[in-house]
């Protein structure tokens, strides 16, 4: 049986209703999140009044708070121009309540701020249920970089016409109210669209399961028409590979030019390029002779034994012994060994501070009781892998300034305790609150 409430609070089973009555339920259950979505923007908003810069030292960007930079006392510039600075670390407790990562919550107290601040008009629009938060939330992202002029100007552009608008429509006319303000901005747009050139690797798999089952993607931005000219390159391979004389000719069109890529790139310049290959794979020796075992690839995930050959063919791997995990020898120094440091990132594989997924081989390993050199009466053995832990920079640098503590349990989880007394406990399912 499935019941559902309306706003009135009356259960209602909705099995057996009409279509009309249920599209009046579909109606209502919008209303319902823009009201859930509405009062997150406000508690974010709130929370930022309620910690305000101290104006003691300078002030971090967004990009420099992406990244874990700015001093342990530095306050946080993650709105844009016009919207007020934030404490150092006041978006942890926030996004540790609301079971989120500290980049997500950061980036809800950054939106509410500059909706709240820069777009007056669309967050009015927000505040009487007109337009939904995702909505706002979109180009309050778009605009954080432009200064407060840019912002008002676009605020008053959209106000009245983003209620029934999709994105793409919203992102041509913020596009169209900037050229509109400063018809130089879009040359030099131009000029700033080049910092965000690059290509990325991406180990993530569309597989219906959710697993990596060895397919990963390549993104390229770039000069339009370079990209353009490199696409169809693409096309012309993946049309050569339909002869008959070619293994890949019953593949579909988007196969076809996915293997183009490999071509291309075993052929380029007439020469063979012969890949490096760099990955931790971890293998039982007991499977090595069963081609169907499967093995384990770090930050990607698990992949047949045959698949890990192809790979690993005409390149050099590294053959690492197999690691005691249960070893526990102490050394008298700051930087654990190499054994030491591969032994904790194996235990944990990510950042331990709740909610935080940052993998373990991008972390500094913290000593969870600060260290404290020999020569200034520090214990020996402080350097062990029970008193190491991952870290992201940025978790580090909070943990750093005593707002959060920690400890590593017997039973290898982690519990914190946040500056407002409210506790969460790591562990290898997840993050757990116990307030």
């Given at each position: 049986m499935l019941v559902e409430t309306m706003n009135g609070g009356m259960g209602i089973q909705v099995d057996d209703l009409d279509d009309d009555f249920l599209l009046s339920l579909v109606s209502d259950a919008e209303v319902q999140d823009r009201q859930a979505q509405r009062r997150k923007l406000r508690y974010a908003v709130q929370w930022a009044h309620r910690h305000p810069a101290t104006g003691e030292s300078d002030a971090a960007t967004w990009a420099e708070v992406g990244r874990g930079g700015g001093g342990l006392d530095c306050d946080e510039a993650i709105a844009g121009d016009g919207a007020p600075l934030v404490a150092a670390f006041a978006a942890e407790p926030f996004a540790a309540a609301m079971g989120?990562?500290?980049?997500?919550?950061?980036?809800?107290i950054a939106d509410g701020l500059?909706?709240?601040h820069r777009h007056p008009r669309i967050w009015a629009k927000v505040e009487a249920l007109e337009v939904p938060a995702w909505r706002a939330r979109r180009v309050a992202q778009m605009c954080?970089?432009?200064?407060?002029?840019?912002?008002?100007?676009?605020?008053?552009?959209?106000a009245d016409r983003m209620g029934a608008w999709g994105v793409t429509t919203i992102e041509n006319a913020i596009a169209a109210a900037l050229a509109d303000l400063d018809p130089e901005n879009v040359s030099d747009a131009e000029d700033e669209a080049k910092a965000a050139w690059g290509v990325h690797l991406t180990h993530r798999s569309p597989h219906a399961l959710g697993v990596w089952a060895g397919t990963s993607t390549l993104e390229i931005t770039g000069d339009t028409a370079e990209v353009t000219a490199l696409h169809d390159l693409i096309c012309a391979t993946a049309h050569q590979l339909l002869t008959d004389d070619s293994p890949f000719n019953q593949e579909s069109l988007e196969v076809r030019k996915a293997r183009a890529v490999g071509v291309i790139?075993?052929?380029s310049g007439g020469h063979g390029v012969k890949p490096v290959t760099r990955m931790y794979v971890h293998i039982d020796v007991d499977?090595?002779?069963?081609?169907?075992?499967?093995?384990?690839?770090?930050?990607?995930?698990?992949a047949t034994l045959s698949k890990i050959r192809d790979w690993l063919a005409g390149t050099r791997a590294t053959i690492l012994p197999v690691l005691d995990m249960r070893r526990t020898d102490a050394v008298d120094r700051h930087d654990p060994p190499a054994w030491m440091a591969e032994q904790v990132r194996l235990r944990d594989a990510h950042c331990v501070f709740p909610w935080c997924q940052k993998d373990s081989r991008g972390c500094d390993l913290d000593h969870i009781e600060p260290y404290i050199p020999l020569d200034e009466g520090g214990?020996?053995?402080?350097t062990n892998p029970r008193n190491l832990g991952p870290l992201c920079r940025r978790h580090h640098r909070c943990k750093t300034s005593r707002r959060w503590h920690y400890r590593r349990n017997?039973?290898?989880?982690?519990t914190w305790t946040g500056p407002h007394g409210r506790t969460y406990t790591?562990?290898?399912?997840?993050?757990?609150?116990?307030?």
């Open positions: 989120i990562s500290t980049a997500a919550g950061i980036a809800l500059n909706l709240h954080a970089s432009q200064s407060a002029a840019v912002a008002a100007h676009v605020d008053a552009a959209l790139a075993t052929q499977d090595l002779a069963d081609p169907t075992a499967t093995g384990w690839a770090e930050r990607l995930g698990p214990p020996p053995g402080q017997t039973d290898g989880t982690y790591v562990t290898s399912r997840g993050t757990f609150s116990e307030n």
